[in-house]
């Protein structure tokens, strides 16, 4: 006997009895990301490391601690990507997208790895949705993007859901602003966390952003970097709030968000939830109009978001949110003997070549172990064939939840007297999509 191997921790299997919900979130995401203009990129699972150190970030804890990194046996050092944006903009700079005409619309759906500690809503494989546009410096670039994230919460019937906004100001601003943090930060060297230290002087900006109670309860009185960013910035924001106003978005500004990259500029944001626990930020993106540049191309505004798969289905759990049951089986065929399991087969067949699902036994079960079978699978209908039915050219079909029966001959007529009955018990328009 073989050992058994259980799965990575941190990992988790999607089994097939829950992967409709899956397929059906990101049934929405897809629609909504197309409405909005978007259309999809894929991009490989790993990339050069040095990709993801200036694309995510040096400074920040995902290359600092949680990259999955190793050497290949050519002395490559490769990196499971972390999150979907550094791929995504070194495929639009590799591939000279912005020849197709700017803005470039991209959304993605991928499975991303971090070395974190495994709890509820936080995963060492996860999966993001997440959207980019590049090359749109306007405001009504953030406040579409705010908008087709916001679109998939309500597609969703996801409430409770506060959008969380901010600005960081640009490059130049951003200067004054993280000089009054080292000053003020600089005043409680000996109450922070040994991380906020080490960020003190290299990224004091994601001190704001520190989950220790301590350094929250310091950065609370913090200064404020909506009172730093210069009049250009300002007017950015205030007329990317005002966009979300004619879209009737709600949101309320928060200061301490803040992404804490040096290519971050002007907008962020987070829609975050209170009921599932610590791990509440479902969603999270703005502007980075350094990072193309960072990456080696042309200086070219872009923003995106990212959002967590795993905590939207936690969150659509909490809040009791029904997802459309998947389909179950139209027709399942009982068959005895060999002549009626090869017309079974054939019927089979021809209902799936009409997109049908149709089932047959395929196991070797007896009559009676078949039909509890075709009970258990939630079947729609079901046939039994034997010998004397085949001699008889007819057999009987039931409706399994009405009880229902009506007969069906045994040769070319079979579909056709199945379909017809099907529509009109089930009410669907079979009939006119078969046409
Ligand atoms: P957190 O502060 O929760 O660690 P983050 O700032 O690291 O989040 P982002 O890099 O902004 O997260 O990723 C966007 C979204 O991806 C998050 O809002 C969250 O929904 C999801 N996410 C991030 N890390 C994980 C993880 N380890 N497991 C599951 N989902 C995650
Ligand atoms: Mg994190």
Redesign the pocket.
């Known amino acids: 006997m073989g050992v058994l191997t259980k799965k990575v921790k941190g990992a988790e299997d999607i089994l097939p009895r829950d992967s409709y919900k899956w397929q059906f979130v990101e049934d929405v995401m897809k629609q909504q990301a197309e409405v909005y203009g978007f259309k999809e990129i894929r991009t490989p699972v790993f990339e050069h490391t040095m990709l993801f150190n200036r694309g995510v970030g040096e400074t920040t804890?995902?290359v600092q601690k949680e990259m999955y990194t190793f050497d290949t046996k050519g002395g490559e050092s490769i990196t499971l990507r972390p999150?979907g944006t550094a791929g995504a903009a070194r495929a639009y700079l590799e591939h000279a997208l912005y020849n197709d005409g700017l803005p470039v619309k991209a959304y993605y759906l991928l499975s991303?790895y971090?070395y974190?500690k495994a709890q509820a809503?936080?995963?060492?494989e996860?999966h993001?949705f997440g959207m980019e546009t590049y090359g749109a410096s306007d405001a009504k670039a953030d406040a579409e993007m705010i908008c087709a994230a916001n679109s998939v919460f309500e597609r969703l019937g996801v409430k409770n859901v506060r959008l969380e906004l901010n600005s960081i100001g640009c490059k130049t601003c951003r200067k004054d602003f993280t000089n009054a943090l080292k000053e003020y930060f600089g005043k409680y060297t000996d109450k922070l966390c040994a991380t906020c230290l080490s960020r003190l002087e290299r990224n004091p900006m994601r001190i704001l952003d520190c989950k220790s109670e301590i350094c929250s309860a310091i950065a609370k009185d913090a200064p404020k970097v909506l009172d730093y960013i210069c009049t250009d910035c300002s007017q950015h924001f205030e007329r990317v709030k005002s966009f979300l106003d004619v879209a009737e978005v709600d949101y309320t500004v928060n200061p301490t968000i803040v992404r804490g990259l040096d290519y971050y500029t002007r907008t962020v944001f987070?829609f975050v939830t209170d009921t599932i626990g610590a791990?509440g930020?479902?969603?999270?993106g703005g502007r980075y109009d350094g990072l193309i540049e960072e990456l080696g191309g042309q200086p070219t505004p872009s923003l995106g978001f990212?959002?967590?798969i795993?905590?939207l289905l936690l969150v659509m759990q909490s809040q009791g949110i029904e997802l459309p049951q998947p389909k179950t089986c139209d027709l399942y065929i009982a068959a005895l003997g060999e002549n009626a399991e090869k017309k079974a087969f054939e019927f089979v067949r021809e209902l799936r070549d009409s997109s049908l699902i149709a089932e047959m036994d395929i196991v070797g079960r007896g009559l009676r172990a078949q039909m509890k079978y075709a009970d258990k699978i939630k079947a729609k209908f079901s046939m039994v064939i034997g010998d004397d039915d085949i001699n008889a050219n007819k057999a009987s079909v039931k409706n399994m939840s009405t009880g229902d029966k009506f007969d069906v001959p045994l040769d070319k007529g079979f579909f056709e007297a199945f379909i017809e009955k099907y529509a009109i018990m089930e009410q669907t328009g079979i009939i006119d999509s078969l046409k």
Request: proline fraction near 0%; aromatic fraction near 4%; charge should be negative.
């Open positions: 804890d995902v999150e991303c971090r974190e809503g936080r995963q060492r996860f993001q987070e791990q930020t479902v969603c999270g990212a959002m967590g795993e905590r």
